[in-house]
């Protein structure tokens, strides 16, 4: 069985192709001008995640085994680790104070799952256990979230004119957006359905390997590999659910422009981008 270190020794060179790998990546992003929809450029982004990812990851490198030792700081790491969750969640939909509704979807998806599992002691309360378990999760929840909100936020943007022709026929304001925002919040999903359809032909996902290289056999690792894909299509489904209910009932918003645009009064605006609910 071939260990871990011996596939990927921490040393200098390791230091070194990180550094390229990170560097090139930047500068692709320069060079093909990859910019978000107000124009921000998408390399500083990267370079600068590179160099967080392995601050925090020597972090919680340095801090995991004492965290595991005792159930009150696993589970203020576990806060921790929701919390900041959110934060990136709302600020990646929105720039207003309705980013800590973002809690919501991510909590309904990742929860009931955790709580299934240490009940049914499929997961034991330790935290070399617990901890990834929950970061995967966390780490799905978080991007179909993510998705779901700005694609929803998006398309109620862009096609504002529906929103309003079915306010026009009687329908009420939750489900004139969601007529229109459903269909593109569901999107989120097709990262997570694509990665489960392609398992083991296209991919071997992080748990699979690392199981292999910790030394379990290839049933049990791709057991536990069948287990985190099912369990991220769930978290994933109920967290694209749960924000596009909240984005429908103007829970989850943008801000109108500055002008609010022509032919836009108070109702308009709040239609164009979900600002209040019924």
């Known amino acids: 069985m071939l260990a871990a270190a011996a596939l990927l020794p921490v040393n200098a060179t390791l230091g070194v192709v990180l550094a390229v790998l990170l560097v090139a990546t930047a500068g692709v992003a320069a060079l093909a001008h990859l910019t978000d929809a107000r124009g921000r450029g998408y390399a500083r ?3 600068v995640a590179g ?3 392995a601050v925090q990851l020597a972090a919680v ?3 995991i085994g004492w965290v595991v ?6 589970l203020c790491f576990l806060l921790l680790m929701f919390s900041v969750a959110v934060r990136t969640a709302g600020r990646r939909i929105t720039e207003n104070g309705t980013w800590w ?3 919501v979807p991510i909590g309904a998806g990742v929860v009931p799952v955790v709580v299934v599992l240490l009940v049914t002691g499929l997961v034991p309360l330790k935290g070399i256990a617990l901890v990834p378990v929950t970061g995967i999760l966390i780490g799905g929840s978080l991007t179909a ?9 998006d398309e109620l943007r862009t096609r504002h004119g529906e929103v309003e022709a079915g306010l026009a026929l009687g329908l009420l304001d939750r489900d004139a957006r969601l007529e229109i925002a459903r269909p593109a919040a ?3 999903l097709l990262p997570g359905l694509d990665q489960t359809r392609t398992v083991g032909l296209v991919t071997l996902p992080g748990a699979f390997v690392g199981m292999l290289l910790g030394g379990a056999s290839p049933v049990l690792a791709g057991a536990v590999q069948l287990f985190v894909l099912v369990a991220l299509m769930a978290v994933q489904v109920v967290a694209a659910a749960v924000v596009l209910e909240l984005v429908a009932r103007g829970r989850l918003h943008r801000d109108a422009p500055a002008g609010g645009g022509a032919g836009h009064g108070r109702r308009g605006s709040r239609t164009l981008d979900g600002a209040e609910g019924e």
């Open 186 to 188: 569901s999107d989120a």
């Open 51 to 53: 160099l967080r990812a």
């Open 45 to 47: 982004p990267v370079a």
């Open 69 to 74: 030792r005792a159930v009150p700081l696993l």
């Open 61 to 63: 490198s340095a801090l």
């Open 145 to 153: 979230t993510v998705l779901a909100g700005r694609r929803a936020l």
């Open 101 to 103: 509704w973002t809690a």
